[in-house]
């Protein structure tokens, strides 16, 4: 057999970014369709994860929103989380920062990368509303 051309290691690792974001969020394929209320059925996802179906830059930049991260941040080489830094003081968090510390930790590990309190607006969203306040991005607390 011949060797990959560059398009389909493209789609290949493309897919793995894609698959990787899903399961960030914790969902199924059918949850995906579910979530986006059948714009995009989960045989569909499956293929573009599986590189078997090529995605438009729009699609891309779509499902990216559908799943709360930042379209480039699902390219192959890219370093996951390149939005904005959020600082969490954990002693502001008051009696549930074991809380807040377990969710990071969480986190990092699903990620297997990263720095020690540097998370994606959509986990400040999560740690928001686990903590029943709002934290500021490091842009917003200067």
Known sequence: MGEQSLVDKFSALLGVRLRAARRQRGWSLGEVEAFSD???KASVVGAYERGERAI???RLTRLA???GVGPTELFPGSKPGE???IDIDAVAAGRDHDLVDRYLAAIQLMRREGTPGE???SDKAVISSLLETSIATASEAE
Do not use: A, L, N, T
């Open 38 to 40: 059948g714009e995009f």
């Open 56 to 58: 438009s830059v729009q």
């Open 65 to 67: 929103e559908v799943y």
């Open 83 to 85: 939005g904005p830094v």
């Open 119 to 121: 998370v994606r607006d």
